[in-house]
């Protein structure tokens, strides 16, 4: 059974640790403040790019958005449309593609 077959539910079950453990390790690997918010979203639809930021943010605001590929680009790219864009790290540029 893979983890999006079982119940996000359970504060206490599986995807709830796999979850909390990945965001615990993303913010000692990129120093996140506790005053930030880390959000995990299904993956495979345009329609995310635009619909995070007007939903979670609203017009003007400004968010960073760490480019690791095409795929981050495209989601920054779309973002800027509505919200002002931060590209603190750009993997792209750097040729150093994860």
Same mark, same amino acid.
């Given at each position: 059974?893979?983890?999006?077959?079982?119940?996000?539910?359970?504060?206490?079950?599986?995807?709830?640790?796999?979850?909390?453990?990945?965001?615990?390790?993303?913010?000692?690997?990129?120093?996140?403040?506790?005053?930030?918010?880390?959000?995990?979203?299904?993956?495979? =639809?345009?329609?995310?790019?635009?619909? @995070? +930021?007007? &939903? /979670?943010?609203?017009?003007?605001?400004?968010?960073?958005?760490?480019?690791?590929?095409?795929?981050?680009?495209?989601?920054?790219?779309?973002? =800027?449309?509505?919200?002002?864009?931060? @590209? +603190?790290? &750009? /993997?792209?540029?750097?040729?150093?593609?994860?």
């Amino acid at each position: 059974m893979g983890i999006h077959e079982m119940s996000q539910r359970d504060p206490g079950g599986p995807v709830q640790t796999v979850l909390q453990g990945a965001e615990d390790n993303l913010r000692t690997l990129l120093d996140i403040p506790d005053n930030y918010k880390v959000l995990f979203f299904q993956g495979g =639809a345009h329609g995310q790019f635009s619909a @995070i +930021p007007l &939903n /979670l943010m609203g017009l003007g605001r400004k968010a960073d958005y760490i480019v690791t590929g095409m795929w981050s680009m495209r989601a920054a790219e779309e973002a =800027a449309r509505y919200i002002d864009v931060n @590209i +603190p790290v &750009n /993997l792209l540029e750097t040729k150093q593609n994860c």
